[in-house]
């Protein structure tokens, strides 16, 4: 049977507090420094704190090292390392080679910055010891096959959040343009800026467009099939988002992944522990989102552009009938629409911009707040924050717990409780009744059963199965929950069972070099400007001068089409 294992992001530990309880199986998070994000720090306490609750569940905790590293760097590297095996994580997340010399009994995962889109370059890592590899987000499911096929590793892929529009690793725009390195954290995220699109004769072709800028992935309908591609574990992009888009996006995901088991109980399982109940019901449509994609995974080009939406414009929502002297009025897209006070409304301005705003009052459709500039009768109107919504995901919180079987065994001298979790630990507890018998003995088992059926911390134990030999013996409800508590204290001693990580095994390549030179490319993508605006001569267009250029300011950029391989570069003028 194989283990499939739903990865989140957090931006702190009580973010990924969060996502453990929406059910995520894993989750990676940054220590405070050479995390591939400076903005989501967190110190190696958090991040024990986060590992010792994510342990009630059997959740993995992996940290992010995804940096590469200066020479003089090392020694800092090295320690933090070592206080992240001490804070308890599961496995490092790593781009530069030099962490795996660094002694760590911690398992090593490859980080999708290493660029892995080949068995070749899999294979490479594989024989460096990676116990996984993350992948490329630009590749289909066809590729994700040849590749699992290719090694022993365990595979990860994104399957949902935000795009970088290059291939990971492998961009220096950012550098280029601010001097602050992708590579080292601090990407300026220049993919999604507005830029003038001019051919070679300088003849401007788009004006004022975010050409580089993809929409969201999003494949929570495509589990299945990656799961048959060799895909182990499912990574949720997101580790600058907010705690309410963490919740809603893991929950989502979560039921979906339990849909999956269900339909194939004797193929996959999942592999943490505990069941989550109750809470809001997810909406992937009402969370931070550029409209979604499924990219390159069938093989073949889409409309893969969020050139008019490079920030979140969330779900339609219908046209502004009229502007009043303190707001609008919406005619809405669907009878379902309901507007709430405090609701967030985007739209497109008449430059190609995005102009966001907040309703003050609503009153059905009737929309009272500051008339932002550029707002027309006509406009179409977006909704990107769901005031409802969010106040659903803050105070109906699913909760988590692990079940727990009981069979009780009632003598004249003693009862004996013995408790056994879902994944297989087992606890015994055993109190002595030599005092007075039960006045009412069906109504004492009665109350038996009712007071060990109950919750206690993450622990949910279930109708017990009692057995009585002789009289029933009268005990008291503080004895009983007693009993429950004490169970469950015992039960925390014992160490969830879960499947090991793959640990992987060092047999170097010596051919193979992890490298990361950019051979004078800022970026190389998968995504194509020339077939995304129709320009593409397999499309039967009128070809255009060439090369393109990205004009942004003093700035032009270079576009070159590999067509042998589909790919798009962008370079520096030449």
């Not at 909406?283 to 552009?305: Q, V």
């Not at 949910?460 to 009983?480: D, R």
């Not at 992987?504 to 051979?519: A, H, I, Q, V």
Request: contains cysteine; neutral net charge.
């Amino acid at each position: 049977m194989r283990t499939l294992e739903l990865l989140a992001p957090a931006r702190t530990a009580d973010i990924g507090i969060a996502a453990i309880d929406c059910g995520a199986d894993a989750v990676y998070i940054a220590g405070p420094s050479f995390g591939a994000r400076l903005a989501a720090g967190n110190s190696v306490e958090d991040i024990a704190r986060l590992c010792a609750y994510a342990k009630r569940f059997g959740v993995r905790i992996y940290a992010t090292v995804n940096t590469l590293l200066k020479p003089e760097e090392l020694p800092q590297a090295q320690e933090l390392v070592n206080q992240l095996e001490e804070a308890g994580v599961d496995a490092l997340i790593v781009q530069d080679p030099a962490v795996l010399s660094m002694g760590s009994n911690l398992i090593m995962h490859a980080s999708t910055q290493c660029a892995i889109r080949t068995p070749e370059k899999a294979r490479g890592l594989e024989s460096l010891g990676f116990g996984r590899i993350v992948l490329e987000r630009e590749l289909s499911l066809e590729q994700i096959k040849a590749i699992s096929a290719a090694v022993n590793t365990e595979i990860e892929f994104f399957v949902h959040g935000a795009l970088c529009v290059c291939y990971s690793g492998q961009c220096y725009l950012s550098e280029f343009l601010t001097g602050r390195s992708a590579n080292r954290g601090a990407c300026a995220q220049p993919c999604r800026s507005l830029y003038d699109l001019a051919d070679a004769s300088g003849k401007v072709l788009v004006r004022n467009k975010a050409l580089l800028s993809l929409k969201d992935y999003n494949l929570i309908h495509r589990l299945e099939e990656l799961a048959e591609a060799g895909v182990n574990s499912f990574k949720i992009e997101g580790r600058l988002k907010g705690e309410s888009y963490v919740r809603n996006v893991v929950r989502a995901y979560s039921q979906a992944m339990d849909a999956l088991v269900q339909k194939y109980p004797d193929r996959y399982c999942r592999s943490s522990r505990g069941h989550v109940r109750g809470g809001f019901t997810p909406n992937l449509d009402k969370t931070f989102n550029r409209g979604y994609t499924e990219l390159f995974l069938d093989g073949k080009r889409g409309d893969w552009a969020s050139m008019d939406a490079p920030k979140s414009m969330g779900e339609y929502v219908g046209t502004v009938q009229r502007l009043t002297s303190d707001g609008l009025v919406l005619k809405p897209a669907s009878s379902d629409i309901v507007l709430s006070n405090g609701d967030g409304f985007a739209f497109v301005n008449s430059s190609g911009g995005i102009t966001g705003f907040r309703a003050d009052v609503c009153d059905g459709f009737k929309v009272r707040c500051k008339k932002p500039e550029g707002l027309k009768e006509g406009s179409g109107l977006y909704r990107n924050i769901s005031a409802a919504f969010e106040k659903l995901i803050e105070t109906n919180k699913p909760v988590r717990e692990i079940d727990v079987e009981l069979n009780v065994l009632v003598s004249d001298n003693d009862m004996v409780v013995t408790a056994r979790t879902e994944d297989g630990r087992e606890a015994v507890e055993c109190i002595s009744t030599a005092g007075e018998p039960a006045r009412d003995g069906e109504r004492m088992m009665q109350v038996i059963f009712s007071q060990l059926a109950k919750r206690s911390g993450h622990y949910c134990f279930l109708k017990p199965s009692i057995k009585a030999n002789g009289e029933v013996p009268f005990l008291p409800v503080s004895v009983l929950n007693g009993i429950r508590r004490n169970l469950a204290a015992k039960l925390d001693q014992l160490p969830v069972h879960t499947t090991p990580l793959y640990r992987g095994k060092t047999n170097p390549d010596s051919t193979f070099k992890l490298e990361y030179s950019s051979g004078g490319e800022l970026m190389r993508t998968k995504y194509c400007v020339r077939h995304q605006l129709g320009l593409c001569p397999k499309q039967g267009k009128v070809k255009k001068a060439e090369p393109l250029f990205l004009l942004n300011g003093k700035q032009r950029l270079c576009l070159s089409f590999d067509c042998a391989v589909c790919e798009m570069t962008v370079t520096t003028e030449s």
